[in-house]
């Protein structure tokens, strides 16, 4: 080439000795293209550094510039979580910034995961953020497994070997209740998230671990087990009410359920916060509209989303090391406690 002039698609067709159409089916990945030509389209690309979108890009790179964000859920709970939405623009945010491409992967059964499992064998993305990370969840060892970068929202254990990104979960936990005891309650509840997840877990040992260190004594039957909605919230404000009518605060693993205890409490004719006091996790956009207005654990969920973003491009690009990141929380005091 000569001058300014950028190559085209004609350019390269005249260089492989091939059709215009040939060229945009090997830039395509189409099948229809005999193996000598497809390895000469290429060689014109390589020579002539013709680069007309990211896919053209990723085959001369071997990247495709595309990432895909992967969330084992329903569409159902994907839309009444608020913890979603913020995490996706948190990563679309910073990819925002970058020429990458985000795509947006539910995996609800068997049949999803085959086919996500058949992307990333063909390399269709550079790399994957995984959210909603179980403990026995085969995905991320899956990933691994296929040499695809990977960066979780949260980790599996204490243990974990792949990148993450976390929010302080049990200095958060344990924060709320020092705060409860500190005003003076003595039997605070707690509602636990899903314990096939180190999330639920950790908030869980902070609960017991703010007891401890006030030298008073976490009482397992002022424990229930949640799974993160606001169905799970109500049920187990139930259950709690039914073994221990006498508890004076309850703390929920997220919002969501604390937004279903506040209506069970109102239902059994429970006032919150002078008979029951109540604190959530996250500090999402309904903590601010429950009657009353929520105490609660806020965590930077668009920074989680972020940074996983950010710490993945750096892997795929720039060939960086893992990284583990937990990011701080804050108690944000409302009327409810």
Do not use: C
């Amino acid at each position: 080439m000569t001058g300014n002039r950028q190559p085209t698609i004609k350019t390269v067709a005249a260089r492989a000795g091939v059709g215009r159409t040939t060229v945009s089916r090997v830039i395509n990945g189409s099948d229809l293209v005999s193996a000598d030509a497809r390895a000469r389209v290429l060689a014109a690309i390589k020579e002539l550094n013709y680069v007309p979108n990211s896919v053209a890009r990723g085959l001369v790179t071997s990247r495709t510039d595309a990432v895909a964000l992967v969330i084992p859920e329903s569409e159902s709970r994907l839309g009444a979580e608020p913890f979603f939405a913020a995490l996706i623009r948190g990563v679309s945010g910073a990819l925002a910034e970058t020429r990458t491409q985000l795509q947006l992967t539910l995996v609800r059964d068997q049949f999803e995961r085959d086919q996500l499992a058949a992307s990333v064998a063909t390399r269709r993305v550079d790399g994957v953020l995984l959210v909603s990370v179980h403990t026995h969840d085969r995905l991320p060892g899956m990933l691994e497994e296929m040499g695809l970068p990977t960066v979780l929202a949260g980790r599996r254990d204490a243990g974990e070997q792949l990148s993450y990104v976390d929010s302080d979960n049990s200095g958060g936990a344990a924060a709320a209740v020092r705060y409860l005891l500190a005003r003076g309650r003595r039997r605070i509840a707690t509602i636990t998230g899903s314990l096939d997840m180190d999330v639920g877990r950790s908030r869980l040992a902070g609960w017991r671990d703010a007891h401890r260190e006030a030298g008073a004594r976490a009482d397992g039957a002022l424990a229930e087990t949640g799974d993160f909605t606001e169905e799970g919230g109500v049920r187990a404000m139930r259950s709690l009410l039914e073994r221990a009518p006498d508890l004076d605060a309850v703390f929920a693993a997220s919002d969501l359920m604390a937004v279903g205890a506040l209506a069970e409490l109102r239902r059994q004719g429970r006032r919150v916060p002078d008979d029951v006091a109540v604190v959530g996790f996250e500090d999402s956009v309904l903590a601010r509209h429950t009657a009353p207005p929520l105490t609660t654990v806020r965590q930077p969920v668009e920074e989680v989303g972020r940074t996983m973003a950010r710490i993945l491009l750096d892997i795929t690009q720039n060939g960086a090391d893992r990284r583990q990141v937990t990011l701080p929380t804050e108690l944000v005091v409302r009327e409810s406690s």
